[in-house]
């Protein structure tokens, strides 16, 4: 059974997320996202609860996303097109995160939220890929990291749209609004490359 069945158990309403608005391709070929700049608007003071946590939860998930492409630069084996992606999500995930802080800094919140995972549940939990999986994936290499890789992330940015989704349903805030949306269409993008250069994931 695929990693990905695990990682994304409970997040059935995510089933149509491959479709459609992110990064083009062309012939086949994807194009690499063009990493966004950190917009360095000022934080609306109009927010709620449910914009914080959104914040806090994204900043986990995007370090996390950020540590497991950086594993696709560390093998040697990878095709280019691959490393190529990664390094643009990295990107793309670091300026955002740069946003978020500023963001949650101007309201006076911690980057980090409650520790209860019960907290979480309204959003569909952390996440968060379980840290063992990333441990195990470290360790691969050649066609399995590639594949397990590709199954990983791919469930990885899926529990991103779900908290993205989230926000844009229970959230407040103008700005955290509009990054949710840029996340969900990033996400979808992003996913649909990677199923593209990793056939039969």
Known sequence: ???????????????????GDGSPTTAGAPLSPVPQSATGAPASAEYNDADVMF??????????GVEIVKLVSAKQAQKQELKDLAAAIEA????????MRNWLK?????????????AHHHHGGDGLTD??????LSKKDGAEFTLDFADIFV???????????????????PESKALAQRIMDSRTGEVQQIRTLVPGQ
């Not at 059974?1 to 479709?19: R, T």
């Not at 469930?155 to 805030?173: C, F, I, M, P, S």
């Open 1 to 19: 059974m695929k990693l990905a069945l695990v990682l994304v158990a409970g997040l059935v309403a995510l089933a149509g997320c491959g479709a």
């Open 55 to 64: 914040l806090q939860m994204m900043l986990a998930h995007n370090n996390q």
């Open 92 to 99: 793309t995930q670091q300026t955002e995160t740069s946003d």
């Open 106 to 118: 101007a309201w006076g919140k911690p980057e980090t939220g409650s520790m209860d995972p019960n």
């Open 131 to 136: 840290k063992g999986l990333l441990d195990a």
């Open 155 to 173: 469930a990885h940015q899926h529990n991103g749209v779900a908290l993205a989704r989230t926000e844009l349903k229970d959230g407040k805030n």
